[in-house]
């Protein structure tokens, strides 16, 4: 038959802190998942896909949101990056980016809005462009892209549809977590080598 020994001030300490940190852990990461609210500073990333004139073509941007903005759930946007795809690098030769006219909606996250500016084509020549975009769900977009340098000038359109979703970041409470657990097992670890 085993014997139990009982258990010492300090051993009984260490189980108390080991239960309370593992509590605190879980309530955080409940808290964390719970309060998975935009905010400024979030990232998306929007999945663009042509329907018309090449449907299934598409091409990916990066955006961060801004300050809040009227009405209630609305962002502005602070940054949008790297439009590229197939056949389409709009940043390869990106002149200006006017974003004020664009907001995005954190109940649906999609946009809303035109974001339009210039850049310099293939051919070196100089272009302007607006991409307008409706809110999700059924979120559309077109972009009409003005060819200035043409002789004469002409516009091109291209419209489909689009997705976003959250940018994978690491979460600091996801990060506290994790460090908790890791440190718990290698603490079990140690005490069972020494027993």
């Not at 941007?61 to 590229?84: D, H």
């Amino acid at each position: 038959m085993r014997r139990h020994r009982a258990a010492g001030p300090w051993t009984e300490r260490i189980r108390r802190w080991t239960r309370a940190l593992a509590i605190a852990s879980v309530l955080v990461l409940s808290l964390v998942s719970s309060a998975a609210a935009t905010m400024m500073g979030d990232q998306f990333t929007i999945t663009f896909t042509e329907t018309s004139p090449i449907p299934g073509v598409q091409a990916t941007a990066n955006l961060t949101l801004g300050p809040s903005t009227a009405p209630a759930g609305f962002f502005a946007l602070s940054n949008l990056t790297v439009i590229s795809g197939a056949g389409v690098c709009l940043t390869c030769g990106l002149l200006t980016e006017n974003l004020s006219a664009v907001s995005f909606d954190s109940g649906t996250s999609g946009l809303q809005g035109d974001i339009t500016g210039s850049f310099t084509g293939g051919g070196g020549g100089l272009h302007t462009f607006d991409l307008t975009l409706t809110d999700l769900p059924g979120g559309t977009w077109l972009f009409a892209d003005t060819h200035l340098a043409a002789m004469p000038p002409f516009t091109g359109f291209t419209s489909g549809t689009y997705s976003t979703e959250l940018a994978p970041v690491p979460e600091p409470a996801t990060l506290l977590l994790l460090g908790t657990t890791l440190a718990g097992l290698g603490f079990g670890g140690w005490r069972r080598k020494g027993r």
